[in-house]
T-cell receptor
Framework: NAGVTQTPKFRVLKTGQSMTLLCAQD?????MYWYRQDPGMGLRLIHY???????AKGEVPDGYNVSRLKKQNFLLGLESAAPSQTSVYFC????????????FGPGTRLTVT | AQSVSQHNHHVILSEAASLELGCNYS??????LFWYVQYPGQHLQLLLK??????LVKGIKGFEAEFIKSKFSFNLRKPSVQWSDTAEYFC???????????FGAGTTVTVRA
């Protein structure tokens, strides 16, 4: 039982490049979330999903897109990376009846130059 | 939208000292309250949670938190810290019918041996 895993762990992009971050969970959780963590700002919700095939915007969705084609995977895409997207990205998941208990992945550190 | 304030950005203390981290939220309705911890190099873990009932809740590793509704506060305490408590601590809030966590900016705690 790996829990929540994220790929890759580190990435450096140039401005304008695109990339996709992959989150996978093996706990059969319905809900999945993408956060970004910036110094002095805590974690902010980017997008979330309440089930396979559904996604919704969070607090800071601009510049990101997501997809949930399979229940266990939640992808976060950056179409045209900007330096302001330099951050640590965390994925999380939770059960439907315990949505407040979120299980977090190890994070992806992204630098955009 | 609700906001979460953590009063201390960085706390430095010696082993065996007592710890108290402040957390205040802005929402006036029914809330659920959480403290998460992030140890160096690790992902976020749930430390303790409050949904209802006894306002003094106990979590893992000797931590406790007290919900004071009149003060919109949920302060975290530990009577005697250890070096292994060095970590970043995040307070988080959801409103009763929502599953989106709002995080505070975090408090870095450094415990000196």
């Amino acid at each position: 039982n790996a829990g929540v895993t994220q790929t890759p762990k580190f990435r450096v992009l140039k401005t304008g490049q695109s990339m996709t971050l992959l989150c996978a969970q093996d706990m059969n959780h319905e809900y999945m979330y993408w956060y970004r963590q910036d110094p002095g700002m805590g974690l902010r919700l980017i997008h979330y999903s309440v089930g396979e095939g559904t996604t919704a915007k969070g607090e800071v969705p601009d510049g990101y897109n997501v997809s949930r084609l399979k229940k266990q995977n939640f992808l976060l895409g950056l179409e045209s990376a900007a330096p302001s997207q330099t951050s640590v990205y965390f994925c999380a998941s939770s059960y439907t009846d315990r949505v407040h208990e979120q299980y977090f992945g190890p994070g992806t550190r992204l630098t955009v130059t | 939208a609700q906001s979460v304030s953590q009063h201390n950005h960085h706390v430095i203390l010696s082993e065996a000292a007592s710890l108290e981290l402040g957390c205040n939220y802005s929402y006036g309705g029914t809330v659920n309250l959480f403290w998460y911890v992030q140890y160096p190099g690790q992902h976020l873990q749930l430390l303790l949670k409050y949904f209802s009932g006894d306002p003094l809740v106990k979590g893992i590793k000797g931590f406790e938190a007290e919900f004071i509704k009149s003060k919109f506060s949920f302060n975290l305490r530990k009577p005697s810290v250890q070096w292994s408590d060095t970590a970043e601590y995040f307070c988080a809030v959801t409103v009763s019918n929502d599953y989106k966590l709002s995080f505070g900016a975090g408090t870095t705690v450094t415990v000196r041996a």
